[in-house]
């Protein structure tokens, strides 16, 4: 049995964001920070899968994307690549917090 603390996973900053191996708990605090990095990075279109469920994951991201003074507007993805799965938002690269 091991006793050391977990390490931090690193996580790809491409603008796809797939929340399914993430404790639900950590997402409150995870889509500020990936926005943040896709700013730094000048990635201005994000596209966030949290999956269809019972929806509430998804009302967590929207709520934080609500907040963030870096998006523009975010949608249901349409089409075949996720409904209402996967959020897409747009940033606006030009607003720093």
Same mark, same amino acid.
């Given at each position: 049995? @091991? /006793?050391?603390?977990?390490?931090?996973?690193? &996580?790809?900053? /491409?603008?796809?964001? /797939?929340l399914?191996?993430?404790?639900?708990?950590?997402?409150?605090?995870?889509?500020? $920070?990936y926005? /943040?990095? @896709? !700013?730094?990075?000048r990635?201005d279109? &994000?596209? %966030?899968?949290h *999956?269809? *469920? %019972?929806g509430?994951l998804?009302?967590? !991201?929207?709520a934080?994307?609500?907040r963030h003074?870096? !998006?523009g507007?975010?949608?249901?993805? $349409?089409?075949?690549?996720?409904s209402?799965? $996967?959020t !897409?938002?747009?940033?606006? &690269?030009s607003?720093k917090?």
């Amino acid at each position: 049995m @091991c /006793d050391e603390p977990e390490k931090p996973r690193e &996580l790809p900053i /491409d603008g796809t964001l /797939d929340l399914h191996t993430f404790d639900p708990r950590d997402v409150k605090d995870l889509i500020p $920070a990936y926005i /943040d990095e @896709c !700013v730094r990075l000048r990635i201005d279109k &994000l596209r %966030i899968i949290h *999956g269809k *469920g %019972i929806g509430t994951l998804r009302r967590i !991201v929207h709520a934080a994307l609500e907040r963030h003074p870096a !998006v523009g507007n975010y949608r249901h993805e $349409a089409g075949s690549g996720g409904s209402w799965g $996967a959020t !897409v938002v747009d940033l606006n &690269l030009s607003n720093k917090k």
